[in-house]
């Protein structure tokens, strides 16, 4: 190899950290771009829910005045450069401890915040929903910022029971699905605040107010639904892969260990999530709080469970 | 499905305190819950009534999700009744109505009414629709695999269930240390622990024995994860029922399996091997003492008993340090590999108490009828190296430090639900994704004389479920129908 692995944990180590200033410089356009819109948010018709399932795609947001199309135009390629930047945090990472880069809590969350960007920009390609890039930046400069703070662990091999074809696929899993859980997340609390506006009913969308720059609630809905309904599966999957993984080296798939116990309790809260939208009269804002309950009981999985309670998975070590 | 959704958050609700509390029969700590008592005197035994030291063993638990299997079943068998009956029934005539609907197109055309009609029809069926065509209407519909999948993944949580049920009822968990050079067999009397389930057949156990031939450990030596293990390989030679002897080496994530009963590799630590001699300098005891672990550098503590020693009978108490050092706060381990194996021990006299009866842990002293060995006044105590001997004061006996071995922790576990739910796990998946992925959806045609002359089309689709169906799916089919040798749209409505 041209360089050891020495530099190139350095080399990775950079490369978060120059992800870490564009990001924050993300923010700044996007926070910008927001700002703007909502000082001259024009008035807003909202759907009327009647309407929602029959009409097409409309995403009425009054157009944001040039200079804020151009922040956020800004602020969407710095997204771009710092994923990038992020990625090349994570291969080199990998390049250095020579396996997979996601074998402690620190790699565990610079990949989740590859996969929540990810997540944005696949999105953001398909539908209008730059809104989001403010919250979703603010989220992943927030993961990175306890990665390199306070989870840093240097590069290194894994411990025995962690060097498993398993947990490749497992925690890979897992990461892809919270990182789309997110910006399911994200959509589902936006939804939740543009809903109250669109409730108070006002037809005028009162100026200056925040909701009133985002996307409808129907834009916002669709797309918190197709990204949990792309995760829900991917999340299944990954808890699946870790029974089939804690057969292998316990001999027991399923335990009620910590980290077990709260990927099932995400798991039930999608469920009751997706229930939920199928249930007249909680479909929309309750169905939200199950989505948002999931979410949060994936976050303390990632944080609470690793940081304060001990179990056989404590050895993700910090 | 109010009550699905209720049951279910309820579900999620009562895993929680789980996880909060230490758990009986959760395989972290052994220890837990009686610490937990010891340090919380007043809240555990309300606590325990509760049950929330065995939540998912708990009634109230098991009442939840039995109550939800069970609504779940009421409500999926009625909807397997209705989907086989829509699929073998046309799909429903066009509502009155089609401009509600999504994706609504019309147009007028001169071209022949039954030619339309039959290109929409041959154009949806190669596309996967069930398709029904009269005079003036083509109806079809497409993805019924997503109910035959919804369906799947319910049903598939029973399935999961008995095989869960199975390896609860029928199976059993254990645990062993074995020494290097030692030998264990699969029977009741040898184990350290045995969690039985209600109807374990105990006396009829996987016939197999092996011994543990070496325990081979490597750490990382250098680097910034210095003292992290690398490797962990324990070689066994085994023998199954009446076979050969044969050789494995289990490591962490490959057990041994002999039918099902598997031994997993789940810990390791050192076992210094003394020999005591009594006051008579008779051997009284020789080999390997287990120490439990304490830390990642493997300072472990234990004890030595020689219940055979006269006049009375001796024990030690004390630590090992595979590289020992001593700081400020006293000696402590650098390292968890053997470069400077030492024992630091003091001594009792007295009786063990080992003859009521009562089991003893073999890394605890009962010392209530002990008193510590006392050299001027002082508990006696020494730091031994490889080879070293205490001699306890007034010629009461001896302990020689003769080496080092390795001890491994063995989990075996029988399970013979698991193929079950194994297989009710990939339904589940497989089920759930396609009941996600595939968009049901129906979609009409309707042709109608226009006012002034002409056949008037109109297209229009609805998504039975709350995703929208593929956008370019109504527009193909315009597009067929619209292609220059039928006939050029008047009048024709953009798509919103
Ligand atoms: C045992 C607990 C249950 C679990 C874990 C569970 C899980 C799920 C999940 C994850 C979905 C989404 C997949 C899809 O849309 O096809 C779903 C859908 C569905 N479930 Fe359940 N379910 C349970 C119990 C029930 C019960 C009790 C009912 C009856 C009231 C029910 C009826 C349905 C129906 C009708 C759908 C389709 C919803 C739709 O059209 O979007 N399920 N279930």
């Known amino acids: ?318 | 499905m109010r009550t699905a959704v209720m049951l279910l958050a309820l579900l999620a609700l009562a895993a929680i305190p789980g996880s909060l509390f230490p758990q009986r029969n959760v395989a972290s700590d052994p220890a837990a819950v009686i610490n937990y008592a010891q340090e919380n005197p007043r809240v555990a035994p309300w606590l325990d009534r509760l049950g929330m030291f065995d939540v998912y063993a708990s009634p109230w638990f098991a009442a939840i999700y039995v109550l939800l299997l069970v609504s779940m079943t009421g409500c999926v068998l009625p909807r397997s009744r209705r989907l086989w009956q829509s699929v073998r029934s046309a799909p429903p005539p066009a509502p009155r109505n089609l401009a509600r609907l999504e994706g609504h197109h019309s147009w007028t055309t001169s071209g022949e009414p039954a030619e339309i009609i039959a290109t929409a029809a041959a154009h949806l069926r190669r596309r996967g629709f069930r398709v029904l065509t009269s005079t003036d209407e083509v109806r079809a519909e497409r993805g019924y695999l997503r109910e035959v999948g919804n369906l799947a993944f319910h049903l598939s949580l029973l399935v999961l269930l008995v095989g869960i049920a199975g390896g609860k009822l029928i199976g059993f968990e254990g645990r062993v240390a074995v020494a290097e050079g030692g030998t264990f067999a699969n029977d009741l009397s040898q184990y350290d622990a045995f969690t039985p389930s209600a109807w374990t057949d105990v006396d009829n156990l996987e016939p197999v024995s092996f011994r543990l031939e070496d325990f081979d450990v490597s750490y990382q030596t250098s680097g910034p994860n210095t003292g992290q293990p690398t490797k962990f390989a324990a070689r066994l030679a085994y023998r199954a029922g009446n076979g050969e002897e044969q050789t494995i080496t289990v490591e962490p994530n490959h057990p041994l399996d002999v039918n099902e009963t598997k031994f997993f590799l789940t810990g390791n630590g050192y076992a210094p091997i003394v020999t005591v001699r009594d006051g008579r300098d008779s051997v009284v005891f020789t080999g390997p003492v287990l120490f439990l672990p304490l830390d990642t550098d493997n300072a472990s503590e234990g004890v030595i008993k020689a219940p055979d020693a006269q006049p009375a009978q001796l024990a030690f108490e004390g630590f090992f340090f595979p590289t020992a050092d001593v700081g400020p706060q006293g000696p402590y381990s650098m390292f968890p590999d053997t470069l400077n194996p030492q024992l630091f021990l003091t001594a009792f006299t007295g009786d063990l108490g080992l003859s009521d009866g009562v089991p003893q842990s073999v890394f605890t002293l009962d010392k209530d009828e002990l008193t510590q060995v006392r050299r001027d006044g002082r508990p006696f105590s020494q730091a031994l190296s490889v080879g070293e001997t205490m001699r306890l004061p007034d010629g009461q006996g001896t302990l020689t430090f003769d080496g080092v071995s390795r001890f491994a922790n063995f989990q075996i576990a029988y399970d013979p639900g698991k193929e079950i739910t194994l297989v009710a796990a990939i339904v589940l998946f497989v089920g759930l994704t396609t009941s996600l992925i595939v968009r049901r959806r129906r979609l009409w045609m309707r042709l109608r004389p226009s006012a002034d002359a002409g056949t008037m089309v109109e297209i229009a689709g609805y998504s039975l479920t709350r995703r929208e169906p593929p956008p370019n799916e109504i527009k193909n089919l315009v597009a067929a129908l619209t292609s220059p040798h039928l006939t050029t749209p008047v009048n024709k409505d953009t798509p919103r």
């Open chain 1, 1 to 318: 190899m041209i360089f050891d692995e020495q530099t190139l944990a350095q080399f990775s180590n950079g490369l978060v950290y120059s992800a870490i200033a564009v990001y924050a410089l993300a923010l700044l356009a996007y926070a910008a771009e927001a700002a703007g819109q909502v000082a001259s948010a024009a008035p807003v018709v909202p759907d009327s829910p009647a309407h929602n399932r029959l009409a097409g795609a409309g995403t009425m947001v009054a157009a944001p005045p040039s200079s804020g199309r151009l922040l956020g135009a800004v602020g969407t390629s710095l997204t771009v450069l710092a994923f990038l930047l992020n990625l090349g945090g994570v291969v080199t990472r990998g390049l250095a401890a020579g396996r997979v880069p996601w074998g402690n809590m620190y790699e565990f969350v610079l990949v989740c915040a590859l996969a929540a960007g990810a997540a944005y920009l696949a999105f953001l390609s398909r539908r209008p929903v730059r809104a989001f890039g403010v919250w979703i930046v603010a989220i992943v400069l927030l993961a990175l910022g306890l990665a390199v703070t306070v989870l840093y662990t240097p590069a290194g091999q894994l411990v025995p029971v962690l060097d498993s074809y398993w947990l490749v696929i497992h925690v890979a899993a897992a990461i892809t699905g919270g990182g789309v859980f997110t910006v399911g997340a994200v959509a589902t609390g936006l939804f939740l605040v543009r809903h109250r506006q669109e409730r108070r009913g006002t037809v005028q969308a009162p100026k200056g107010r925040y909701a009133a720059s985002l996307p409808t609630t129907r834009t916002l809905e669709q797309v918190a639904h197709t990204a949990h309904i792309f995760a829900f599966p991917i999340w299944t999957f990954a808890v699946i892969a870790g029974a089939i993984w804690a057969e292998n080296s316990w001999g027991r798939y399923w335990g009620w260990d910590p980290k077990e116990t709260w990927a099932f309790i995400t798991w039930v809260f999608y469920a009751a999530h997706l229930h939920a939208q199928a249930t007249a009269g909680w479909r929309g804002v309750r169905a939200s709080w199950f989505a948002l309950a999931g979410y949060a009981a994936f976050l303390f999985n990632f944080f609470g469970v690793n940081l304060w309670i001990t179990g056989l998975h404590s050895y993700a070590g910090v």
